[in-house]
């Protein structure tokens, strides 16, 4: 293990690739079938949050704001605009639930949300996330933390074949939708929070803009607390999962900090085994798990010799960096959005949690980039190999459909790193 | 002296259309409704194109953490362009509690030492605002302390929508900038180019022209500007505004300060670059310059026609549907007219009273203007047999619904469509929509459903 900072050392961010909470909780709520997230908060939070994910998942995006002003926003308690904005909303859609949250103006006022969702005659969830605090995946964090300790019911009973999944903000809709279908061959029912495998996966349908399409039922989610089993994966997503415990103490935890490369998914599935009592994995799974090991193998020479920087989100980059590291890649530096307790178990050179200024002070550390498309400037000037992956992606179409997860997932993103990297040594040479 | 605008004047815009109607002001936001950014937003699109200077966001991480390197604005500046990079002191808990000042000096004392900028604009944001910090004196010291302009430019989120956060970036320029420095030579065909950000390089489409007829743009707000030449902008003889109603106030003030006369065009389309171009001689006033551009305008637009002449075939007797907001509304309108494509309809939901009696000059009586657009157009398609339509990103499936060719107009761009240069980019584009299949295959039905 190398060295690890926590601190951000600069007074400012240069190249930021911090993202914001209540990004990260509108996010949350899009996985809600029939959901309106409600950012509370001036027009410009909502709107450049909208156009951030528009331009990532290339759907329509269902974001509403209680477009605070001046006025409201030195005068009054911050009530009128919540109550008048689902008011402005409700006359022309019916939302299951309003998904109501904060940013930096309103927690600065110090707004009572809570007060005003019992203003509110529809399903409401609330959730402070000021925006000088946490990151992307702590907003979505404490939004699902929020959601089940609102919504969802107490029980005492349990169905044993039934799983709930929490997911990391990081997991595309595409690999939410692999990791239940994985868990799925195993017998088991599984319903996850939130699911933007079912709303922003890509599929062409009848999109209802003002509110999100797919995800999870609010029924689905009252009755969650039946299942036997709750597994949470990405450290971001155990207080959801404690925050679900409390709701029926007969239920069982399985925590998995990622799902990413051969020792990580073998631990998934022994986990299920055990809970499905079977003695062998289905046969796809047993497949794939080899051609996971063939891929190491054909990749590794291309990846041994390569020096990488993985960048994103604290769960994203934990996973990230194990995959590549199995097959022998050396991660000199893992760049995290923010901190957290992640940090301290991935196997990099040098953790830290900064900016894409500080990458590009280290760039004679690195030669391939894991990261959103803000590292795409410094992979030009400096020569480097770059994959694709985090928050944004705008260049590219298909981020919902990109699987890194699991033994599948995993050969697939060797391959496509490997090809980068060889693709970039052979650019260099001409 | 503190330098923040009254934020009550500007709304009072008197150059504005609607102030001598009884219509509402400019600063209307409502709860509950899905678009519109805000001041700060309005105040990074204008200011921001000037890619010499720093601009660091005094605020939380989502005011820039989610806007930075969005918009193609093109640059030839050769240093690094720094309208590419976010900067932000990124405020934390322990600053709103404490007052973020101290951070935001340091910021700009690391930026001016690592970056070199000809000028730091330093951007206050809703929660920096709400706490009081006073970017006035901070950027004040920092001037004296590093010898070049520092310019605070005041528009927190909360204090409107975009279109004001323009005209708050407009009065910064004014106050802290124009007028600071006078330029190293002048002509008699000075102007300044206010409003085009050189989106996807828009202003080169038709700056090359202005040059050939010895037309200088002596500063730009702030399409490939510079800070020392906005700096010299009060020495122009005409100040020309682009298609840019939010940033009408700072071309009245500057006619009231320094008494130069101010035009407003637009470069969409060949009836409005041709004619646009001639305002602009016209408004200089030289009769040898007026005949000049005559002589150019005829000789590019013949050019034009020749380029033109293949995509007129395929336009022929087709039927557009145009969707989208603002000048658009009409400028499109405009340049799909001059391609041969009859605009049966355009919305005019969140348009001017200006923008609305443009649109109906160039749709005529027949043309309808469509206020709920969203309800309306796929009627309109079925009754005017429309093969296209041009819209954001949402009515994509009306169009596959109809079974007709999309083109989508409000997706950031990634290609010029002004100045002669632009019509064929747009020609091509459309082209490549009306022959695509794609539309028609997404609309099949499968096998198993009747
Ligand atoms: S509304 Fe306020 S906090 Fe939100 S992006 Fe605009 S300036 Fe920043």
């Known amino acids: 293990m190398g060295e690890i900072s926590h601190k951000i050392e600069k007074p400012l961010q240069i190249n930021p ?67 008048e904005a689902v008011h402005n909303i409700t006359k022309k859609v019916t939302p299951s639930l309003v998904g109501l949250h904060t940013t930096g103006l309103t927690e600065t006022k110090g707004d009572d949300i809570r007060g005003a969702a019992k203003q509110v005659d529809f399903p409401m969830v609330y959730v402070h996330t000021a925006d000088y605090e946490g990151g992307l995946e702590s907003g979505w964090g404490k939004t699902v ?42 017998g088991l029912e599984v319903v996850a929070l939130p699911d933007l495998s079912t709303s922003l996966d890509g599929h062409l349908g009848e999109k209802q803009s003002a509110l999100s399409s797919g995800g999870v039922k609010v029924e689905a989610i009252v009755s969650m607390a039946d299942a036997a089993t709750v597994i949470s994966v990405g450290a971001s997503m155990q207080l959801s999962a404690e925050a679900l415990l409390k709701k029926n103490a007969a239920m069982r935890h399985i925590h998995m900090d990622h799902v990413q490369g051969l020792v990580a998914t073998d631990a998934l599935v022994e986990q299920l085994l055990a809970l499905t009592g079977m003695e062998q994995p289905p046969a796809s799974v047993v497949r794939w798990r080899k051609r996971l090991q063939d891929v ?129 040594r052979m650019g260099s040479h001409d | 002296m503190a330098t923040k605008p009254k934020i009550r004047e500007l709304l009072d815009e008197s150059a504005c259309a609607h102030n001598k109607t009884k219509t509402a002001g400019c600063n209307k936001t409502v709860p509950g409704a899905t678009t519109g950014g805000c001041a700060f937003e309005g105040s990074q699109i204008s200011l921001f194109p000037y890619a010499d200077a720093a601009h660091l966001v005094h605020g939380p991480i989502t005011c820039v953490g989610a806007s930075w390197e969005t918009r193609l604005t093109r640059t030839s500046w050769q240093g690094r362009d720094m309208t590419q990079m976010g900067f932000t002191t990124g405020i934390s808990t322990n600053d709103v509690v404490f007052g973020g000042e101290e951070k935001l000096r340091q910021s700009i004392d690391y930026i001016v030492g690592h970056y070199a900028p000809q000028a730091v604009f330093v951007y ?101 500007g510079r800070v020392a030449r906005i700096r010299t902008a009060h020495r122009a003889h005409l100040n020309v505004l682009v298609c840019a109603k939010s940033l009408i106030s700072l071309p009245r003030k500057l006619k009231e300060k320094y008494g130069i006369p101010f035009i407003s065009v637009s470069f969409y389309g060949k009836r409005d670059t041709s004619a646009s171009i001639l305002a602009i001689a016209e408004g200089l006033g030289d009769a040898d310059l007026i005949a000049r551009t005559k002589q150019l305008i005829a000789r590019e637009e013949a050019r034009l026609e020749e380029r033109l002449a293949p995509y007129r075939e395929i336009f022929r007797g087709k039927k557009a549907v145009l969707n989208t907001g603002g000048n658009k509304s009409w400028s499109i309108a405009s340049a799909l007219q001059d ?59 009306t169009a596959i619904k109809k079974k007709i060719a999309f083109a989508d107009v409000n997706q950031e761009k990634k290609k010029s469509y002004g100045g002669y240069e632009g019509l064929l980019n747009l020609a091509e584009d459309l082209k490549n929509a009306l022959e695509n299949p794609v539309f028609k295959n997404v609309a099949r039905r499968a096998p198993w459903e009747k």
């Open chain 1, 145 to 186: 933390k929020a959601i089940i300790e609102q919504l969802v019911e107490e029980r005492s009973q349990v169905q044993s074949d039934k799983v709930v999944l929490l997911p990391h903000v990081s997991m595309q809709p595409i690999e939410v939708e692999k990791l239940k279908d994985f868990i799925a061959l195993f």
């Open chain 2, 339 to 397: 391609l041969g494509i009859e605009v049966v309809a355009t919305s005019v939901k969140k348009s001017t009273q200006v923008d609305k009696e443009k649109a109906r000059k160039y749709l005529g009586e027949k043309g309808v203007l469509m206020t709920n657009p969203g309800a309306e157009q796929a009627k309109i398609i079925d009754q005017t047999g429309a093969d296209l339509l041009l819209a954001g990103g949402r009515s994509l499936y």
């Open chain 1, 296 to 424: 190491m193998l054909d990749s590794h020479f291309s990846l041994g010799q390569t020096r990488v920087m993985v960048t994103g989100e604290p769960d994203f980059v934990a996973g990230a960096c194990e995959l590549l590291s199995e097959a022998g890649a050396r991660i000199s530096v893992a760049l995290s959005t923010v901190d957290s307790p992640q940090l301290e178990a991935i196997n990099a050179a040098k953790v830290m949690v900064g900016d894409l200024e500080d990458a590009e002070k280290l760039q004679a550390e690195y030669d391939l980039i894991v990261g959103s498309m803000h590292a795409e400037a410094l992979a030009h000037r400096f020569g480097k190999a770059l994959v694709l992956r985090g928050f944004p992606c705008w260049e590219i179409v298909g981020n919902q459909l990109k699987n890194d997860l699991l033994y599948e997932g995993g050969a697939y993103f060797l391959c496509e790193t490997a090809n980068a990297a060889e693709a970039m």
């Open chain 2, 124 to 224: 206050s944001t809703c929660v920096t605002a709400m706490i009081g910090d006073d970017i006035d004196a901070v950027c004040r010291q920092a001037q004296q302390d590093h010898g070049i302009p520092m310019v605070p430019v005041h528009a927190p989120g909360f204090v409107g929508g975009k279109n004001l956060g323009s005209r708050l970036a407009g009065e910064a320029v004014l106050t802290h900038l124009i007028g600071t420095l006078e330029p190293e030579e002048t002509t008699p065909f000075d102007i300044n180019l206010i409003g085009d950000y050189n989106v996807t390089g828009d202003m080169w489409q038709y700056a090359p022209l202005l040059k050939e007829l010895g037309i200088r743009i002596l500063s730009t707000l702030s399409g490939d």
């Open chain 1, 17 to 83: 690739i911090r993202l914001s909470q209540p990004m990260g909780a509108a996010l949350a709520f899009l996985g809600i079938d029939g959901c309106m997230p409600l950012m509370h908060g001036g027009m410009g939070c909502t709107s450049f949050t909208k156009v951030f994910l528009t331009r990532h998942f290339c759907e329509p995006i269902a974001i509403q704001t209680t477009a605070v002003t001046d006025v409201t926003a030195i005068l009054d308690g911050g009530d009128s605009s919540i109550v």
